[in-house]
C-alpha cells in the first residue's frame, strides 16, 4: 500500500511561480504513470500533465503548455510540477496520482492512487 504526498503549494500573484512536490511513501512508483491534477470550487477534477515511469514522456493540458513543467526523480520517489506565469485560472486545490499500468492517459478514474491535496493560489 502506497501513499502519496503533495507540498509546495501556496498563495502567489499572476505571473508568479510555485513548484510543487509529491513524495511517494509505502512502495516505490518507479513503474507507474504519474500526474497531476486539480479541483477549483465548483468544477469537476481535470487534468494537469503527466509522465511516464521513465520520464520520457510527458502529456500536458492545453492551457498550461509553455508554462507547467512536469518531472520526476525516481531515485527519490518524487514527482515534480514546475508552475510558472501562473494566472488567476489556475487557482484550484492540486492532487497527484499514479497509474499501476503503461500509458499516459488524462482520464481521472485510471489513476488508482491520490494524494491529499494542496491548494494553490493565484491573486490577480
Known amino acids: 500500500q502506497g501513499q502519496l504526498v503533495e507540498s509546495g503549494g501556496g498563495l502567489v500573484q499572476a505571473g508568479g511561480s510555485l513548484r510543487l512536490s509529491c513524495t511517494a511513501s509505502?512502495?516505490?512508483?518507479?513503474?507507474?504513470?504519474m500526474g497531476w491534477f486539480r479541483q477549483a470550487p465548483g468544477k469537476e477534477r481535470e487534468f494537469v500533465a503527466a509522465?511516464?515511469?521513465?520520464?520520457?514522456?510527458?502529456y500536458y493540458r492545453d492551457s498550461v503548455k509553455g508554462r507547467f513543467t512536469i518531472s520526476r526523480d525516481n531515485a527519490k520517489n518524487t514527482m515534480y510540477l514546475q508552475m510558472n506565469s501562473l494566472k488567476p485560472e489556475d487557482t484550484a486545490v492540486y492532487y497527484c496520482a499514479a497509474r499501476d499500468r503503461p500509458g499516459i492517459t488524462a482520464r481521472v478514474n485510471e489513476y488508482v492512487y491520490w494524494g491529499q491535496g494542496t491548494q494553490v493560489t493565484v491573486s490577480s
Open positions: 509522465i511516464s515511469w521513465i520520464g520520457g514522456t510527458t
Open positions: 509505502g512502495r516505490t512508483f518507479g513503474g507507474y504513470v
